[in-house]
């Protein structure tokens, strides 16, 4: 099936940094989403983008759809001890395929 | 957003005895839903897809007999876990979608069999 490529794969960040994670697909998407998956929960919807090159925030979250459709990135600024989790992009066609999850560890 | 619930959170069965999961999608009507299942510090693995009224599309190495899925109606789907034993022990999330391309994830249910 179609493979999503999330990088990096953890990041230990300190308070307040800014934060970068991206996906690449060999195919093309016509929605990217993110996800931030807390211990022993299930994923919560951060951003959907639907057309390439779309810019949207989500308060200090800003993610863009790659002009290519085969890219995303998330952008998570000022980081706060409560950012902490992983983080999953996923690109949907007909189906949803996710990609491996970016784990996130703030320091105080 | 929309809300997903999945019931039990938590379920301790013993080795051969058959358990259910159920999803529900609380304030919208699920035309699909989605089986997931996903071992410590690894992503989420698609078991299946459901269509209410038909029956589910299991991925490939998904043995549709043990995992049975029945989704009967626009808010329910239930994931049965038969004959279970403990290499099926896992975090089971269920997610749904209506008339829009989003997905939205039940809180999971932690199965351990013993």
């Known amino acids: 099936g179609q493979q999503l490529n999330q990088s990096p794969q953890s990041m230990f960040i300190q308070e307040g940094e800014d934060v970068s994670m991206n996906c690449t697909s060999s195919?093309?998407?016509?929605?990217w989403l993110w996800y931030k998956q807390d211990p022993g929960e299930g994923p919560v919807l951060l951003i959907a983008l639907y057309k390439a090159g779309e810019l949207t925030s989500n308060g200090r979250l800003t993610a863009q759809f790659g002009i290519t459709r085969k890219d995303s990135f998330l952008n998570i600024s000022a980081s706060i001890p409560s950012d902490v989790g992983i983080y999953f992009c996923a690109g949907h066609n007909n189906d949803m395929r996710f990609g491996a999850g970016t784990r996130l560890t703030v320091k105080p | 957003g929309a809300v997903v619930s999945q019931h039990p959170s938590r379920v301790i069965c013993k080795s051969g005895t058959s358990v259910k999961i159920e999803c529900r999608s609380l304030d919208f009507q699920a035309t699909t839903m989605f089986w997931y299942r996903q071992f410590p510090k690894k992503s989420l693995m698609l078991m299946a897809t459901?269509?209410?009224?038909?029956?589910?599309?299991?991925e490939q190495g998904v043995e549709k007999d043990k995992f049975l899925i029945n989704h009967a109606s626009l808010t329910l789907s239930t994931l049965t876990v038969t004959s279970a034993h403990p290499e099926d022990s896992s975090f089971y999330i269920c997610?749904?979608?209506?008339?829009?391309?989003?997905?939205?994830f039940g809180p999971g249910t932690r199965l351990t069999v013993t």
């Open positions: 459901s269509n209410e009224g038909s029956k589910a599309t299991y």
């Open positions: 195919s093309i998407f016509n929605t």
């Open positions: 997610s749904a979608r209506g008339g829009f391309s989003e997905q939205y």
